[in-house]
């Protein structure tokens, strides 16, 4: 419900002149449920059992995986990236930013 609420806010044109109270405080409440949905997903991203087994792995896999583990972590400051974003629009928009 919160994201065809948020769809449907975000898909009117200016969507800010005609938001409500409640449609800023429900854009806010998803903005914040996502941001800390994605920082939970973030923090399973650690891949110890990855780089634990990235040394007995044959050779000619090594380059791959670390490209596996280059991407893990670009993944993850992007991740922390976006949340903190959404943290920062959530609180913009609470009560449509009075």
Same mark, same amino acid.
């Given at each position: ?22 449609? @800023? #405080? ?23 059992? *990855?780089? &634990? ?15 596996? &583990? ?18 920062? *629009?959530?609180?913009?928009?609470? #009560? @449509?930013?009075?």
């Amino acid at each position: 419900m919160k994201k065809i609420l948020a769809i449907l806010l975000l898909a009117s044109s200016p969507a800010a002149a005609q938001m409500t109270d409640v449609g @800023c #405080n429900a854009l806010s409440a998803s903005a914040e449920d996502a941001s800390v949905r994605l920082d939970d997903m973030a923090d399973k991203m650690k891949g110890g059992a *990855f780089l &634990e087994a990235m040394p007995h792995m044959p050779q000619k896999t090594k380059a791959a995986a670390a490209d596996v &583990e280059d991407a893990r972590i670009a993944a993850v400051m992007a991740l922390r990236e976006y949340t903190h974003a959404l943290m920062d *629009f959530s609180t913009a928009i609470r #009560n @449509c930013g009075q």
